[in-house]
């Protein structure tokens, strides 16, 4: 009975513990996103480029450089 007890109230403290954390992950995740976005939108796009096209534009640009280093 004990044990049931301990067990029941772990799994109770660990729920809250991983959902607190999952909430500071995403929060933290979120605010990085949305500060890289607001970069890439600030300095690395071009005139009429959305934020994911120039994402996207700068990942192959790179793929290109690394081949040619090879």
């Known amino acids: 009975m004990a044990k049931s007890k301990l067990i029941a109230m772990n799994r109770k403290i660990e729920e809250k513990v991983v959902g607190g954390y999952k909430k500071i992950e995403n929060g933290a995740v979120g605010g990085f996103n949305k500060v890289a976005d607001k970069f890439v939108d600030n ?22 450089r690394e081949d040619a280093r090879r």
Do not use: F, N, P, V
Not at 43 to 64: F, V, W
């Open 43 to 64: 300095y690395l796009t071009r005139e009429g480029e959305s934020i994911e096209g120039a994402r996207a534009r700068l990942k192959e640009e790179q793929r290109e």
